[in-house]
T-cell receptor, first 113, second 112 residues
Framework: DTGVSQDPRHKITKRGQNVTFRCDPISEHNRLYWYRQTLGQGPEFLTYFQNEAQLEKSRLLSDRFSAERPKGSFSTLEIQRTEQGDSAMYLCASSLQGAVEQFFGPGTRLTVL | GENVEQHPSTLSVQEGDSAVIKCTYS??????FPWYKQELGKRPQLIID?????GEKKDQRIAVTLNKTAKHFSLHITETQPEDSAVYFCAAFYTGGFKTIFGAGTRLFVKA
């Protein structure tokens, strides 16, 4: 499968624990996006990378959230001190430089108990 | 802030009928409007998109119209089939920026 991949697909954690998710974009895509999707809602933009540079971060994003893309390939999203309100599907998408179509990964479903 | 409103939230049609989903955006700088289909438990997939310099685009049974003045855009599905049943999301994007704003989604049921 040469599409966007995400790992893990499911994560159950206890409140207060830290979690980290990984996204592998399509290999030649230098743009990478993270979104959060809750039940019955559309994806909510979290952050954007162009190569290794994080160029935009949602104002709604808590300081407990951090994302990296150290070598401009895969990206990680970390949530520290998880809260029950963090329970959601975390989606990653990628696109080519100069293109607008975003290709989504299968998502990581986070459940915070 | 930027916002995209989508209506209706749920739409039920008989197989063969048409379905129309409408969206309104707030950021006048938006110039790219994709539509995504998301089946249960699957990733969103792009089904059609339109840029701000075009008023209408069609791809087989799917068409999208854009009214930039009113900041409205709509998805039209003709001759609906049961496999069209899914959640559909509209979105607005400014190609000079990085943020895509999605609507809340429309759950489409096509009854056989």
């Amino acid at each position: 499968d040469t599409g966007v991949s995400q790992d893990p697909r499911h994560k159950i954690t206890k409140r207060g624990q830290n979690v980290t998710f990984r996204c592998d974009p399509i290999s030649e895509h230098n743009r990478l996006y993270w979104y959060r999707q809750t039940l019955g809602q559309g994806p909510e933009f979290l952050t954007y990378f162009q190569n290794e540079a994080q160029l935009e971060k949602s104002r709604l994003l808590s300081d407990r959230f951090s994302a990296e893309r150290p070598k401009g390939s895969f990206s990680t999203l970390e949530i520290q001190r998880t809260e029950q309100g963090d329970s959601a599907m975390y989606l990653c998408a990628s696109s080519l430089q100069g293109a607008v179509e975003q290709f989504f990964g299968p998502g990581t479903r986070l459940t915070v108990l | 802030g930027e916002n995209v409103e989508q209506h209706p939230s749920t739409l039920s049609v008989q197989e063969g009928d048409s379905a129309v989903i409408k969206c309104t955006y707030s950021d006048s700088a938006s110039n790219y409007f994709p539509w995504y289909k998301q089946e249960l438990g699957k990733r969103p997939q792009l089904i059609i998109d339109i840029r701000s310099n075009v008023g209408e685009k069609k791809d087989q049974r799917i068409a999208v119209t854009l009214n930039k003045t009113a900041k409205h855009f709509s998805l039209h599905i003709t001759e609906t089939q049961p496999e069209d049943s899914a959640v559909y999301f509209c979105a607005a994007f400014y190609t000079g920026g990085f943020k895509t704003i999605f609507g809340a989604g429309t759950r489409l049921f096509v009854k056989a």
